[in-house]
Every structure is written in C-alpha cells, then in structure tokens.
C-alpha cells in the first residue's frame, strides 16, 4: 500500500519539538507532529480540590481544545457554545490519567494543583497523542522549574510516557495514522505507553471490522516500535537540555 503522504507502513510522521514555547507557564512546548500541531503547557498552582484538602498531596489535570479553524471546517468554541463536548472531555480525561500514571504527587511540595493546557492549533489526525507526548515535556519543565525554586527536592516523575496511533486501513496495518487515513480506518487504535514499555491505556475499535488476537498483537508491536523512538526523542531533549529537535 502507498500512503498519501509516501511513508512506509511503519514509519512515524516528521516530528519537532519546540521547548520553552511560552513566557508564562511553568512549562511548555509546541509539539508538531506532520501537519498536527499541538500546543502544550503545564502551571503550577497553589491549592487542590476539597475532596483532596487536608492529605498532604498534589493533584494533575488536564483541559484540550481544539481552536476553531484548526479543522478543515471552522467550529465554534466550545466555551460560547454550551461547554466542552463528549470527544473533549474523554481527550482531557485521557491526558490526566496518563499524566498523573507518572507523577508522584505526594513529591508535588504539598497541596498544588498541575494543570496541564493542550491547545490544538492545526490537527491532522493523532491529537491525542501529540498532546500527551508533548504534555510530558512540558510537566517535566514544569517540574524543573519548581525544583529550581527550592519548591521540591527532586522532579517527581517516574518515567517518561509517550503516546502514538495505529490501525489498519485497507487491509493493512499503520503506525502514526494521519487525518485522511485515520477517517477511512477499518480498525483505529491509540496506544499510550512509558519509557519502559509498559502499556498505560490502549483504546481500540473494530471501526468497519472485527479483529482477532494476532491482529491486536501486531497493532500493539507496531504502536511499542513507534513509542520507543518517540521516547528517545524526549529523552535526547531533555538529557541534552535542547531548545529544538527534529526526528
């Protein structure tokens, strides 16, 4: 099968990462992948929920958008228009509970909210994943940046995580799908994983077909090859304390 855009079934779209996006937040980065472009940024704030008050402990969470002409069609925001929708919520939702599977929140410096803001500015398919990828980044300049401060004594992250998608379109198994790929996708999958190759969430449909077990191992094979350079990657921007990387 030849891909519109020429890559191999395996291969990844062009990735740069842009770190220190932003002047205010504690942490951001612009992360691109293909035509996708995913702006990400981590604050740390003083306070928690009620629920959570009184233990000692900090929390993370997440908001996603995407902005109105990002899409092919321009979409009204979600804020003039009866609040966020089904499809925002679980991506929000998704980023959190990825997030807060590496931090140590009892390492947070006491009771402080880390709110993580991933703003899509152009999307092409995978937004999710470029979020999440990108939102590591900048939690861990985040992070930094506290530690820094004298606010903690070490970054409280366990791993790196890093997310990709995969699925079949006509017949063949694809890593990294793009928009026009991922729409006509007989079985779409987004895979998020740490830096040791352990599985943090997998959300998969049979879009137009069913799938048996060895179908489902392949995908799972092919999103773990696609996470590890992902992973590299931000290892190499962080360990080299890089300002920009291309893959």
């Keep these: 099968m030849q891909r519109r855009d020429g890559r191999e079934a395996d291969q990844l779209r062009p990735i740069k990462v842009t770190r220190r996006y932003l002047k205010h937040a504690h942490g951001s980065c612009m992360f691109e992948l293909g035509d996708t472009r995913v702006l990400c940024a981590a604050s740390i704030t003083d306070g928690v929920g009620a629920w959570r008050r009184g233990k000692g402990l900090g929390w993370v969470t997440a908001e996603y958008s995407l902005l109105p002409a990002s899409t092919h069609t321009r979409s009204r925001r979600e804020s003039t228009s009866g609040g966020p929708k089904g499809r925002t919520h679980e991506i929000q939702r998704l980023i959190g509970r990825s997030m807060r599977s590496i931090v140590d929140m009892s390492g947070m410096g006491g009771e402080f909210t880390l709110n993580i ?53 006509d017949g063949v198994t694809l890593l990294d799908l793009n928009y026009a790929e991922d729409s006509i996708a007989e079985i779409d999958m987004n895979v998020v994983m740490d830096g040791q190759g352990r599985f ?20 799972l094979d092919l999103a773990s090859s696609g996470i590890d350079r992902i992973v590299d990657l931000q290892r190499r921007v962080i360990e080299e304390d890089l300002d920009v990387i291309e893959l």
Excluded: H, N
């Design 117 to 169: 803001d991933c703003d899509v500015i152009q999307a092409d398919g995978g937004t999710r994943t470029a979020a999440i990828t990108g939102a590591y980044i900048a939690v861990y300049d985040a992070f930094a940046r506290w530690r820094d401060a004298g606010k903690i004594k070490d970054i409280p992250l366990s791993d790196f995580i890093a997310a990709t998608s995969v699925g079949m379109v």
């Design 200 to 219: 943090i969430e997998v959300q998969g449909t049979g879009e137009k077909t069913p799938f048996d077990r060895a179908r489902l191992d392949g995908l």
